[in-house]
């Protein structure tokens, strides 16, 4: 387990409750789908780290965007520049980015792993169309540096648009089969929706979870991955769709 002592460079709310920390981070190379666990404060209190998703890295500044969603995220909202951060990562298997053709599709705060894939796309000059869809407009953080990537960036939301929808409702206007493959992150309920529809190309899935240790020992964020158990923290995060069994 490597730990990396942080300092914040600079903070950005992007929501009233989706902030980004750009951070130092010295001496790694990070891949798309890794992730850190973040030290909430040092007290027993709250003892467990939080994952959080690698959203970009260059030039020694790592990217965190991290929604509050409890009492850990909370505290580290109220950090601020110049205050230092406790990591420990990266975590997670690394994945190669193939030369294909690709779908990417991103619901709510999974947009954040799926930003540092695209940017990993554009360098590799691999086409690629990305669909994000959030619960409202407050929440389609990060539009600009997305539109920046592709021409074929494509956004959506639940409630506050004139054409309302989720990022799955965009596959079934589009045609899926002119790619070669898809890349998905979002909640688990969008993600078994997206199982459902079957597309006709592989698909590979950014699984999220409350990571206890994040580092395989705990087997808190195990699940069944063709029959067999895998841990989300040392066997991913990133799955094959298909071969998840999400009950």
């Known amino acids: 387990m490597i730990k990396h002592k942080m300092r914040i460079l600079n903070k950005e709310w992007l929501s009233p409750n989706i902030f980004a920390l750009k951070c130092s981070c010295m001496g790694i190379n990070p891949a798309v789908g890794q992730f850190f666990q973040i030290q909430v404060d040092e007290g027993f209190e709250h003892l467990l780290n939080r994952p959080i998703s690698i959203a970009d890295y260059r030039k020694n500044e790592l990217l965190l965007i991290i929604k509050i969603v409890g009492k850990g995220t909370e505290i580290l909202s109220k950090k601020n520049i110049g205050d230092e951060l406790t990591g420990f990562g990266p975590f997670g ?9 690709s779908l990417v599709v991103a ?3 999974g947009v954040a792993p799926l ?10 000059n691999i086409d690629f169309a990305f669909v994000f869809g959030a619960k409202n407009p407050e929440e389609l953080i990060l539009k600009k540096e997305i539109a920046k990537l592709t021409d074929r960036a494509i956004f959506i939301t639940e409630s506050g648009a004139r054409k309302k929808g989720t990022a799955l409702s965009v596959l079934k206007e589009i045609d899926v089969s002119e790619f070669e493959i898809c890349y998905a992150c979002g909640p688990k309920a969008m993600l078994k929706e997206l199982q459902s529809m079957k597309l006709t190309i592989p698909v590979y899935v950014f699984c999220e979870d409350f990571l206890g240790c994040g580092c395989g020992l705990c087997l808190g964020c195990a699940i069944k991955y063709y029959g067999e ?10 799955f094959e769709l298909m071969g998840i069994e999400f009950n």
């Open 93 to 101: 298997k690394k994945i190669n980015v193939v030369k294909k053709k």
């Open 107 to 109: 619901g709510g705060i």
């Open 229 to 238: 158990y895998r841990r989300i923290c040392e066997d991913g995060p990133v």
């Open 115 to 124: 930003f540092f894939l695209g940017k990993k796309l554009r360098e590799k």
